[in-house]
């Protein structure tokens, strides 16, 4: 599978964004999908994880109740819909596709196997 993140930039606190993540190669509908972010001078961290199977929704706490993802599967897409946007929020975003994906362990990176170049989001104050 391959992995495409796109819809990154500049964007005032308080707005919103929507990330895309294009797959090709593979269809994603048999892949767990997730959004993670590292921002300058820090870890890779958990955003959020959309299961394949009944398509659960998982978040990381920093972004819970302001970021949504979801799939598009006509397009083999995921998407992440940032809103109300904080400069904490600036990192590169990367999404990434696994399979079998267990619950307790979503944040953990060694569950995805494949992953997109990342896109970068700038929240200014």
């Known amino acids: 599978v391959q992995l495409q993140a796109s819809g990154g930039g500049l964007v005032q606190a308080g707005g919103s964004v929507r990330l895309s993540c294009a797959a090709s190669g593979r269809s994603i509908s048999g892949y767990g999908m997730g959004w993670f972010r590292q921002a300058p001078g820090k870890e890779r961290e958990f955003v959020a994880t959309?299961?394949?199977?009944?398509?659960?929704?998982y978040y990381g706490n920093s972004v819970r109740g302001r970021f949504t993802i979801s799939r598009d599967g006509a397009k083999n897409t995921v998407l992440l819909q940032m809103n109300s946007l904080k400069p904490e929020d600036t990192a590169v975003y990367y999404c990434?596709?696994?399979?079998?994906?267990?619950?307790?362990?979503?944040?953990?990176?060694?569950?995805?196997?494949?992953w997109g170049q990342g896109t970068l989001v700038t929240v200014s104050s």
């Open positions: 959309i299961k394949r199977a009944g398509s659960s929704t």
């Open positions: 990434a596709a696994g399979a079998g994906l267990i619950t307790s362990s979503l944040s953990d990176e060694r569950q995805y196997a494949y």
